[in-house]
């Protein structure tokens, strides 16, 4: 789960262009090609980093081929062909980081409207970092402003020479200016404070989004309070370089050390305000209880589970329950008020289960991910029978995280070690006319796989070893996700039909 890496120079602010990027969606859904190869000389494949041609010199290539969906998973590349991003299947999509590669993030809730649906957007997070020296590490409140999409190209225009990096770190839209004379580039600012070891995981709490909790490697949960960094960034509108890299000193408000060893599992109560469970690589899952500004913390660990419990779920109706899953291929769900045993425990995966989700538009679902690449949705009405409403193998690499849509039911978010992100909305079913209208329309424009399953509703590429997604609780169709390379925030433009008012 740690990332054994060097640290990461890149500029805070960088177009996603690599040229591994792939995007795809099923066909029944697709508009135009997301995905084409193009092939390439092999002289001019080599030629990365540098500059056009000069003149005079032979620019001959290879015949294109013709556009053809990627299949993550089963094409190939040949040598001399490439992939290419289409950035149209994006309302906005861009890629930044925070120096360090960060293995866990929130969303933090702002006062800027509940449901925003019109750019420019402003974002607020916070992330832990894994840095090479424990001494390092940092937690980093960001905030990032004036995203823009749609009404300018998201993505550098291609020039007419065929040699142009596709790796090159500067936009094509840094001299954009719209009609008023504004910047359309996005503006980061960060604030770091100091933390000892890598982050395992870090959570914002949704009714006081100021209070974070983080699971440090050392094996300790420590709660912060970060109103005055978050007042002084919601201040702020422009980049502040003097003193950018400064790392802070702030002591936490509450650290607990009850626990034997490390773990990954917290989460706050979104049902009753302060109320923490913490769970660890030895099983034992803690209660945190408020109390005037601390908390107390429950030293009799709640167990039941034989092996780490790997992520934590509270209900999204009820104050006293919560759910677990665990390296020994379970998912239990617990009651606080009948003692510190499972109401019920389930074996849900044929391998370790990393992480659930709760949904909290239709709070009978619950979702998990597990080591196998599987995923599955269960209703806890029939928890006890068969409750799997809904099972997907099209992963074949570990689970890594899974979140429900917050404002889509059917809609979920899935990341794997496959280096996809791909979401999902079970309401859909194969329609065979559909699918064979849009090959009519489409002719020769693109060739589409033909056995993607008909609910996967969008696959996004171009992040190296994905570790955690959320989306963005009041900007509809917004999802921010970490990896080793950094963070991307993306917009599918067939999210559309979510938005509020956008119609079906």
């Not at 550098?156 to 936009?171: I, N, Y």
């Not at 404070?193 to 395992?200: E, K």
């Not at 769970?279 to 803690?286: A, F, K, L, P, S």
Request: with cysteine.
């Amino acid at each position: 789960r740690v990332f054994a890496l060097p640290p990461v120079f890149l500029p805070l602010l960088l177009p996603l262009l690599k040229a591994n990027l792939r995007t795809v969606k099923p066909p029944h859904l697709l508009k135009k090609s997301e995905m084409v190869r193009s092939v390439k000389s092999a002289k001019k494949s080599k030629r990365k980093n540098k500059g056009p041609s000069r003149k005079g010199e032979s620019s001959s290539s290879v015949p294109s081929a013709p556009p053809k969906v990627w299949q993550p998973g089963v094409d190939k590349l040949e040598e001399g062909e490439e992939l290419q991003c289409d950035p149209s299947v994006y309302n906005y999509l861009r890629a930044f980081d925070i120096g360090w590669p960060c293995l866990s993030f929130d969303i933090i809730r702002d006062s800027l409207g509940l449901i925003r649906t019109e750019f420019p957007h402003t974002v607020y997070g916070i992330a832990g970092t894994q840095a090479e020296k424990a001494s390092w590490n940092y937690i980093g409140m960001f905030k990032l402003s004036n995203i823009s999409g749609k009404k300018h190209d998201l993505m550098p225009k291609s020039t007419a020479d065929d040699d142009t990096d596709m790796e090159s770190d500067s936009s094509s839209d840094e001299d954009d200016e719209e009609n008023n004379g504004k910047s359309t580039q996005p503006v980061l600012q960060l604030h770091k404070v100091a933390h000892q070891g890598c982050v395992n995981r870090i959570r914002s709490m949704s009714q006081k989004p100021y209070i974070c909790a983080s699971w440090a490697e050392e094996g300790y949960v420590q709660v912060w309070d970060f109103s005055s960094v978050l007042n002084t960034l919601a201040d702020t509108e422009m980049e502040v370089n003097k003193g950018a890299n400064a790392i802070h000193n702030y002591p936490p408000i509450m650290k607990f050390k009850g626990h034997k060893t490390e773990g990954f599992a917290i989460d706050w109560s979104p049902v009753f305000p302060g109320r923490l469970a913490s769970g660890d690589c030895n099983n034992c899952i803690h209660l945190w209880e408020p109390s005037s500004a601390t908390w107390n913390v429950d030293t009799n660990a709640f167990i039941g589970h034989t092996a780490s419990v790997e992520d934590l779920q509270w209900s999204p109706t009820e104050a006293d329950v919560f759910a677990s899953c665990s390296v020994d291929r379970k998912i239990a769900i617990w009651d606080t008020r009948l003692g510190k045993s499972p109401a019920i425990a389930v074996e849900a995966h044929a391998s370790d289960i990393n992480v659930i989700s709760w949904n909290r538009l239709a709070s009978c679902m619950i979702a998990s991910g597990s080591d196998d690449g599987t995923f599955s949705v269960r209703d806890l009405r029939l928890i006890k029978g068969d409750a799997v409403v809904a099972h997907f193998e099209y992963h074949k690499h570990p689970i890594t995280s899974i979140e429900w849509s917050p404002h889509e039911s059917s809609t979920l978010a899935v990341s794997s070690s496959d280096n996809q992100l791909t979401i999902w909305d079970l309401s859909l079913e194969r329609d065979e006319e559909d699918e064979a209208e849009f090959k009519a329309n489409m002719k020769d424009q693109v060739n589409a796989p033909e056995n993607l399953p008909p609910q996967l509703l969008f696959v996004h590429q171009g992040q190296k070893d994905l570790k955690e997604l959320h989306w963005h609780q009041q900007i509809p169709g917004m999802l921010v996700s970490t990896a080793a390379d950094g963070f991307n925030v993306l917009m599918p433009t067939n999210l559309d039909s979510t938005l509020p008012g956008s119609g079906s």
